[in-house]
C-alpha cells in the first residue's frame, strides 16, 4: 500500500484483553453495563415480588393472572416500541425506560405498604414489566453504536451477559430477604430505591444510529417492515422460535419457583427468592464461558450445547424434587440459560438487518414476553393434569424435541456470512457514506481493513498518491499541511477522500497523536461504490468541497 506507515497494519483478530478490560476501557460501556444490571436486578426483584403478593392472594390461578397483565401490554406494544427506538434513538429510549420503571416501582410499593385493595396492585403491575421491554432492545441496538472495534462489541455483550447474571442472582435474593425481615411493602420500595440511578448513568448517552429517511413513515409502517424483514430471513425466524422456548422455560420457572418453595419443599415465601437467586448464580458463572465466546464465529453449536443441557437440568429436577438438588439444577439451569442467551443475541445482531436493530429486537422481546406467558399458561396446565412434577418435566421434553427438530438449521447459520454491525454503524457517521441504501453500506463495511497505528504514526503524507481512505474508530490524529497544523480529527471522522475523489496526489498529512484504530478502505473499492450512487457521488463532492473551503478560509496555524 502507498500510504507509509511506520509499521505494517496488525491483522484484525481476538485481542489478548479479558472482556471485563475490554468493556471498562469504554466509558459508555461502563455506564451501560452498570445501568443495566440495576435495571436488571431491579426487573427480577419486583416481578419475584408481585409474583408472591399475587400468590398469597390467590394461589396458583392468582399468580398466573399476574403473569398473564404484566406480559400481555409488553407482547402487544413490543413492535411499536422497537420502531419508536429505530426512530428516535437507543439513548433517549434507555432513558425513558428507566425512568418509567422506577416510577411504577415506587407506586407498586406505596400501593402495597398502604395496603390498598389488591385490584389496584394488578393495574400497576403491566407498568413495572413494559420498561424491560423498552430497555433491552435499546441497549442491544446502542452496543454496536457504543463500541470501537468488533472484540469490543462481543466484550460488551459478555458484560451485558454478566450484569444480567449479577441482576439475577442479587435481585431476587434481596427481595427474598427483605420479604423475610421487613415485609413484601419494604422489599418492592428497595426495588424503586435500586432502579432509580440508571437514568442519571445514561443521562449523557447519545441517540445511537438512528434510521435513514423516516421522516414520512409511520409508526405502523416501521412495525409492518420490521416483521416483514424478519419473518423473510431464515436464521431470524430461527432465532426467533428458539427464544420463545427458552422464554416458555423462563416463565415455567418463575411460576415453578413460588409454587416449589412454598408448596413442595416448604422454603416459605422467602425461599422463592432463593430459588430464583440461584438461577442467577448460575448466570453469573456463566461468565467464565461466556467470556470465551470472545472472537468465536461459530456459535450455533453454543446455542445447541446450552439448551440440551437446560433441558436435561430440568428433567432431573422433575425427578429429584429435593432442596439441595434443586438449588444445584437451578444454578445450571441459570448458567445454561444465560450462555443460551447472550449466545441468542450476538447470532440475532449478526443476522438482524443493520437499520433495524431496535426493531428486530423489540420483535425479539415480544416474542420473549409471549414466551413468558406460554410457560406461564403451561405450569398452570400441567399442574392441573399431572401435579408439579408433570410442569417441570413437559418443557424439558419440549426442548429436546425442537432440538432435534432445527439441528440442520442450527448448523447451517454458521456458514452464514457474519453482518458486520461496528463497521457499519462507524460508517453511518461519515458524511461521505451517509446516503447509502443499507444494502450498500454492508457491502462497503465488509471490504474495510482494520489498521492499528501507534501515536507518531504517519498515516498519509503530503503530496504522495492517494489509495485508501481512513475512519476513525479510536484515538486522534493531527492534520498538517507543510508543517503547519491544521486540524485535530478523533472518533467518528474521516480523512482521506480528497485524494481519491479528485484524483490528486494527497493534500495534507495526518499523523496520530495517540495510538488510534482505523479502518481503511481501498480507492477502487470506493470509487466503484460513488460509481454506482448517484447521491453517495454528490454527498461525497460536497465534502471534498467543504474541506478545501474549510482549508483555505483557516489557513495554517501554528
Known amino acids: 500500500m502507498g500510504s507509509p506507515l511506520t509499521g505494517p497494519p496488525r491483522e484484525l483478530r481476538p485481542q ?6 475490554l468493556a471498562l476501557a469504554n466509558p459508555a460501556l461502563r455506564r451501560i453495563g452498570v445501568a443495566y444490571g440495576l435495571s436488571f436486578a431491579t426487573e427480577f426483584g419486583i416481578w419475584l415480588a408481585l409474583l408472591v403478593f399475587a400468590y398469597a392472594h390467590g394461589g396458583p390461578t392468582g399468580a398466573l393472572l399476574m403473569v398473564i397483565v404484566q406480559l ?10 422497537g420502531a419508536a427506538t429505530d426512530r428516535h434513538g437507543a439513548g ?11 416510577l411504577a416501582i415506587a407506586l407498586t410499593a406505596l400501593t402495597v405498604l398502604l395496603a390498598a385493595p389488591t385490584l389496584l396492585v394488578y393495574l400497576l403491575a403491566p407498568l413495572t414489566a413494559l420498561p424491560l421491554t423498552v430497555v433491552r432492545p435499546a441497549q442491544s441496538a446502542l452496543l454496536p453504536a457504543s463500541v470501537r472495534t468488533p472484540e469490543e462489541l462481543t466484550a460488551a455483550n459478555v458484560i451485558s451477559g454478566w450484569s444480567e447474571g449479577v441482576g439475577g442472582l442479587l435481585g431476587p435474593a434481596a427481595v427474598g430477604t427483605l420479604i423475610a425481615w421487613h415485609g413484601l411493602g419494604v422489599a418492592i420500595a428497595v426495588c424503586a430505591a435500586a432502579s432509580a440511578p440508571g437514568v442519571l448513568l445514561v443521562a449523557r448517552l447519545g441517540a445511537g444510529n438512528t434510521l435513514l429517511a423516516v421522516g414520512e413513515s409511520s409508526l405502523g409502517s416501521l412495525v409492518r417492515a420490521s416483521l416483514a424483514a424478519t419473518w423473510r430471513h431464515p436464521t431470524m425466524r430461527v432465532l426467533l422460535g428458539l427464544r420463545v422456548y427458552y422464554y416458555v422455560l423462563v416463565g415455567s420457572l418463575d411460576l ?22 440461584a438461577l442467577g448464580a448460575g448466570a453469573l458463572a ?5 467470556a470465551l465466546l470472545l472472537g468465536r464465529r461459530h456459535l450455533s453449536i453454543v446455542l445447541a450445547v446450552s439448551i440440551l443441557v437446560t433441558a436435561l437440568a430440568l428433567l432431573l429436577l422433575g425427578l429429584v424434587p429435593n432442596a439441595a438438588v434443586a438449588f444445584l439444577l ?3 439451569v441459570g448458567l445454561t440459560g444465560s450462555v443460551f442467551d447472550l449466545t441468542g443475541r450476538m447470532l440475532l ?8 436493530l431496535a426493531g428486530a429486537f423489540a420483535i425479539f422481546e415480544g416474542l420473549s414476553d409471549a414466551g413468558l406467558l406460554l410457560g406461564a399458561l403451561l405450569v398452570r396446565l400441567s399442574i392441573a393434569v399431572g401435579g408439579v412434577r408433570a410442569a417441570v418435566l413437559v418443557p424439558a421434553a419440549a426442548g429436546l424435541l425442537l432440538l432435534v427438530a432445527l439441528w440442520r438449521r442450527l448448523r447451517a447459520i454458521d456458514r452464514q456470512a457474519v453482518v458486520p454491525q461496528v463497521e457499519i454503524r462507524l460508517l453511518r457517521a461519515l458524511a461521505i457514506f451517509s446516503s447509502l441504501p443499507a444494502l450498500a453500506l454492508e457491502g462497503v463495511a465488509r471490504d474495510l481493513t482494520r489498521v492499528d497505528v501507534n501515536a507518531g504514526s504517519v498515516v498519509i503524507r503530503e503530496g504522495d498518491p492517494g489509495d485508501r481512505y481512513f475512519a476513525i474508530a479510536d484515538g486522534q490524529l493531527e492534520v498538517s499541511q507543510q508543517g503547519h497544523r491544521l486540524a485535530t480529527l478523533t472518533r467518528g471522522e474521516g480523512f482521506g477522500e480528497i485524494a481519491l475523489v479528485r484524483d490528486v496526489p494527497r493534500t495534507a498529512t495526518v499523523t496520530a497523536t495517540t495510538p488510534a484504530t482505523l479502518y481503511s478502505l481501498d480507492k477502487s473499492a470506493l470509487v466503484l461504490v460513488l460509481t454506482g450512487h448517484a447521491p453517495a457521488a454528490r454527498r461525497a463532492d460536497q465534502v471534498v468541497d467543504l474541506h478545501l473551503a474549510s482549508s483555505r478560509q483557516r489557513g495554517p496555524t501554528e
Request: hydrophobic share 50%; aromatic share 4%.
Open 16 to 21: 489478548h484483553r479479558s472482556a471485563l478490560a
Open 72 to 81: 400481555l401490554p409488553s407482547v402487544a406494544l413490543a413492535p411499536f416500541i
Open 92 to 102: 433517549p429510549a434507555l432513558r425513558v425506560g428507566y425512568g418509567l420503571q422506577a
Open 256 to 277: 415453578l419457583c413460588v409454587i416449589l418453595a412454598v408448596s413442595v419443599l416448604h422454603l416459605g415465601q422467602s425461599g422463592a427468592g432463593y430459588l430464583n437467586g
Open 286 to 290: 456463566s461468565g467464565l464461558l461466556t
Open 330 to 332: 437451578l444454578a445450571l
Open 349 to 356: 445482531q449478526r443476522a438482524a438487518p443493520a437499520d433495524s
